[in-house]
């Protein structure tokens, strides 16, 4: 087993010494009153910076013509570094991005899981979290969803978090313009509150990849990016201790740590790797004391964010049910 332990700067409560498990109250952070409406998008000093640099470039060269060459120079620069930017999962250059749960988390931490439902992993998964009373947040894909909707609905009633992972999670996701972005993160919205009953407060780009046109998107849709601090690559990965090996070492209150329960890879008796990695990972965090939260439980008491102003008016769903507009009450 790796050592567990806690990078500078982060405030880690004083664990408490005994773990309840009735009724998932180890999980909670508190009920959620929180909900995230339709927001207005303010760019980032870095998008500030190209817009500001685009004018500059075009100014110059209206003033002198043969300065051409190095306005457009300074032009590509600027797009090959929002680029890398957004090849950059954990980067917060492009708009607000959570690679760990905020301050008010304490000694939380997140499971989160990608890709599903999964109609053989999915289930699996949720009996191994069941033993742990944990709760974990998955980042659902829509078509997915519409294949296996008694997956999301299990997720759902056990007491989980179903979240917008995209439509299709196609693989040139991050080089869509604004208006298929949208398409493909609202489809997701609708398919995935129509099923589960709640409308997805947090949006991970597949692959983690993205470019500045997300997060617009995202303001307009009421939703959160969200990556996170640690991952085991259990979709490549065939071995599930070098897997456990890479979330565990370091492990830390306010962690938000990746597997899968869609694309799984399966070691040598086929057997999914998030299979073997699940219990060493939730018993790892039971014996270091820390607490599983889903993301939007840990959204309560979150100061508001940075990139985005609040609206008050919360986006409206095309087809989704009335009542699937409400929040959950987040009490795990
Ligand atoms: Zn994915």
Same mark, same amino acid.
């Given at each position: 087993m790796p050592p567990l332990g806690r990078p500078g700067g982060r405030h880690h409560e004083a664990p408490p010494r005994s773990l309840s498990f009735a009724g998932g109250?180890? &999980?909670?952070?508190?009920?959620?009153?929180?909900?995230i409406g339709a927001r207005r998008w303010k760019p980032?000093?870095?998008?500030?910076?190209?817009? /500001?640099?685009?004018?500059?470039?075009? /100014?110059? $060269?209206?003033?002198?013509? /043969?300065?051409?060459?190095? /306005?457009?120079?300074? $032009? $590509?620069?600027?797009?090959l570094a929002l680029t890398a930017a957004g090849l950059w999962p954990r980067s917060t250059l492009l708009g607000p991005n959570w690679t760990a749960l905020p301050a008010s988390a304490g000694n939380r931490?997140?499971? @989160?899981? %990608? %890709?599903?439902? %999964?109609? %053989? $992993? @999915?289930?699996?998964v949720l009996d191994l979290l069941d033993r742990y009373d944990a709760r974990a947040t998955f980042f659902c894909i829509g078509d997915a969803a519409r294949r296996y909707p008694h997956c999301v609905e299990a997720i759902a009633a056990r007491g989980h978090a179903v979240e &917008?992972?995209?439509?299709?999670?196609?693989?040139?996701?991050s080089l869509q313009g604004p208006r298929a972005l949208r398409r493909e993160i609202e489809a997701a919205q609708n398919t995935l509150t129509e099923i589960s009953g709640v409308r997805p407060l947090f949006f991970r780009a597949p692959a983690g990849l993205r470019n500045p046109f997300l997060e617009p998107v995202l303001c307009a849709l009421g939703l959160q990016l969200a990556s996170w601090t640690r991952r085991g690559f259990d979709t490549r990965n065939r071995d599930a201790e070098a897997v456990s090996r890479r979330l565990l070492a370091g492990l830390a209150a306010r962690d938000i740590l990746l597997l899968h329960d869609g694309h799984a890879a399966r070691d040598a008796q086929g057997k999914p790797i998030v299979l073997e990695v699940l219990p060493t990972v939730l018993k790892a965090a039971h014996d270091a004391q820390l607490r599983w939260t889903t993301l939007r439980a840990a959204l309560d008491s979150r100061p508001p964010s940075p990139g985005c102003t609040t609206l008050t008016q919360a986006p409206k769903l095309a087809g989704a049910p009335a009542e699937a507009n409400r929040q959950p009450d987040g009490t795990q």
């Open positions: 109250i180890m &999980n909670s952070i508190s009920p959620i009153g929180t909900a980032t000093p870095v998008i500030s910076g190209t817009i /500001a640099l685009h004018a500059g470039a075009a /100014a110059a $060269v209206a003033a002198q013509h /043969a300065w051409w060459p190095w /306005a457009a120079g300074s $032009v $590509v620069a600027s797009h931490i997140a499971l @989160t899981i %990608d %890709d599903g439902p %999964d109609p %053989d $992993v @999915t289930p699996r &917008n992972h995209s439509q299709r999670h196609r693989h040139h996701f």
